[in-house]
């Protein structure tokens, strides 16, 4: 691990690791055990990285892995995910073009149309861990992804990880004291606000169907509201794709 210092908002606790399986099965370990809420555990490398629906999550040294204990007195906890996406696109803006940094259901982060970022919330008894990749150096191959995965230095963004990690941890505490006075309608404003989609055709795919529709927007809870033939439907999991429109370009079949 670097030695360059990382400034800690006051709300925080750094563990940092060398090598660990999954920073968020440690900080989930670590909360079990009592581990207070701000506990960030932040790894070098991870050689079991999880990602959304029980994917891998490819995580050599050079990009950054974090996970973040919370003990949220607001419910519902899911709502963290858009908390924490929102956070990341203000720390990641200044790197980007204006219009460069876009959000995509449920907690995707996209940089010039590739995806930068994943975000993993999960849950134990009484405490809830933020998990968060960016992927700094390097990113996965392509592939078969529905999502093309993309870097900061691949976008012509050079940043260190120190760097990343000072600017999410910041804009994390303020959006987490907002919420927490102020409830869910301000992320949902400047989570809507660059979001992938909004308006547009889009297919919401579930392990058992794909339902097309328009996308109209979040309800107080975060849920996904799809404008389809038969009115409107609520998702509260599922992956997007955009048809047309200028998200399309987030999705490929
Ligand atoms: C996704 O599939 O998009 C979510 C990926 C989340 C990856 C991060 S890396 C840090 C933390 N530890 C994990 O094992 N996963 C999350």
């Not at 959000?103 to 995707?108: A, M, R, S, V, Y």
């Not at 930068?116 to 996965?140: F, K, M, Q, R, Y």
């Not at 392509?142 to 941890?169: C, F, H, K, N, Q």
Request: with cysteine.
């Amino acid at each position: 691990m670097s030695a360059a210092p990382v400034r800690l908002p006051a709300s925080y606790t750094l563990i940092r690791l060398d090598e660990v399986g999954s920073t968020n099965a440690e900080a989930l370990r670590r909360a079990a055990e009592g581990a207070a809420a701000g506990t960030v555990v932040w790894a070098r490398c991870q050689s079991e990285g999880r990602g959304r629906r029980g994917r891998l999550w490819v995580s050599p040294p050079g990009n950054l892995y974090c996970s973040i204990v919370f003990r949220p007195s607001r419910a519902p906890a899911a709502q963290l995910s858009y908390v924490a996406a929102v956070a990341l696109a203000e720390a990641l803006e200044p790197l980007a073009a204006p219009g460069a940094v876009r959000l995509k259901w449920p907690n995707d982060v996209l940089l010039n149309g590739g995806k930068i970022s994943g975000i993993l919330l999960e849950g134990g008894t009484g405490h809830v861990v933020l998990g968060t990749g960016v992927n700094v150096a390097t990113h996965p191959a392509d592939e078969a992804r529905a999502l093309r995965p993309t870097s900061l230095a691949a976008e012509g963004a050079e940043v260190t990880v120190e760097a990343i990690l000072d600017a999410y941890l910041d804009h994390l505490a303020a959006w987490v004291s907002r919420w927490e006075a102020a409830g869910f309608a301000p992320v949902r404003t400047a989570w809507l606000g660059r979001a992938v989609g909004l308006g547009e055709p889009i297919e919401v795919r579930l392990p058992t169907e794909t339902i097309p529709g328009r996308f109209t927007g979040l309800d107080d809870d975060g849920v996904l509201l799809l404008a389809t033939e038969g009115g409107t439907r609520r998702f509260a999991a599922g992956d997007v794709f955009v048809l047309s429109g200028e998200g399309a370009h987030a999705a490929r079949h």
